[in-house]
C-alpha cells in the first residue's frame, strides 16, 4: 500500500513506472523484504527526479513527492517506510511509531500526545488519525474529504477493513462534533492558571 503527497503529476509517473514493473514480475513483485521494497520506490522516485526536475525547476516549480509505504511481505514482518523527494527511506520505530506526509503541522501533536507503540490498539490508532485529520481540516481549507482510511492487521496480507468518509458523511461529521465538545470540557476541567500578582496579594 503507498500514499502519496506533493507532486500529482510526479506521483502517477512513479506509481505507473512501478505497476510496470511490477507486472513483468520486477521492481516490487521481487522485493525480498519491506526494506527492499522501499528502495524499489525511492529508485523510481529518483528516476522521475532525473526526467522531470529540470524542467520542473526551470519554470519554479520545486519536485516534491513523498511516499509512504506500507505493507507485508508473508513470512517477515509488516513495516512502514517514508520515502523522500530524494529517494531514501525511513523507516517507523518503536521510538517514532507513525509517519506522515502532506499538510501534517496541524494534526500532528494530537498523534504526538496519543499514540502509543506498545499500547494503542488499531481501532485507537484509527481515531486518533479521524481526529488528527479532523483539526487539520479545521485549520487549513485546502485540506478535506474525501477521506481514505485503511487499517491493515498483522499477517492479513490483504486489505480487510476500509472506509471512505465523503464531504457530508454522518460519522465524520459526529466526530468532528464529539471531538470539540471533549476538547472544551477537557480545557474547562483543567486547574485554574495562578498569576504571579495573585500569588503576591494580600
Not at 65 to 81: E, F, M, T, W
Amino acid at each position: 500500500m503507498a500514499l502519496t503527497s506533493g507532486s500529482l503529476s510526479c506521483s502517477q509517473s512513479i506509481v505507473t513506472l512501478l505497476r510496470q514493473d511490477y507486472d513483468r514480475g520486477a521492481g516490487l513483485a521481487a522485493a525480498g523484504s519491506m526494506y527492499e521494497a522501499a528502495r524499489v520506490v525511492g529508485n523510481q522516485v529518483r528516476r522521475v527526479a532525473m526526467l522531470d526536475r529540470e524542467a520542473l525547476e526551470r519554470d519554479e516549480y520545486k519536485f516534491n513527492v513523498n511516499i509512504i509505504l506500507a505493507g507485508q511481505i508473508r513470512g517477515q514482518p509488516h513495516d512502514l517506510y517514508l520515502i523522500y523527494p530524494q529517494g531514501n527511506p525511513l523507516r517507523a520505530t518503536e521510538d517514532s511509531p507513525f509517519l506522515q506526509i502532506g499538510e501534517c503541522k496541524y494534526g500532528r501533536p494530537i498523534l504526538d500526545r496519543g499514540v502509543r507503540h506498545d499500547r494503542t490498539s488499531l481501532e485507537d490508532a484509527a481515531r486518533y488519525a479521524l481526529i488528527s485529520l479532523d483539526s487539520t481540516m479545521r485549520s487549513n481549507v485546502t485540506v478535506g474529504p474525501p477521506i481514505d482510511l485503511l487499517v491493515y492487521e498483522r499477517d492479513d496480507l490483504g486489505v480487510g477493513r476500509r472506509r471512505r468518509f465523503a464531504e457530508r458523511d454522518p460519522d465524520l461529521a459526529a466526530i468532528h462534533h464529539q471531538w470539540e465538545q471533549a476538547l472544551r470540557q477537557a480545557v474547562q476541567a483543567l486547574p485554574p492558571i495562578r498569576f504571579d500578582d495573585e500569588d503576591s496579594s494580600g
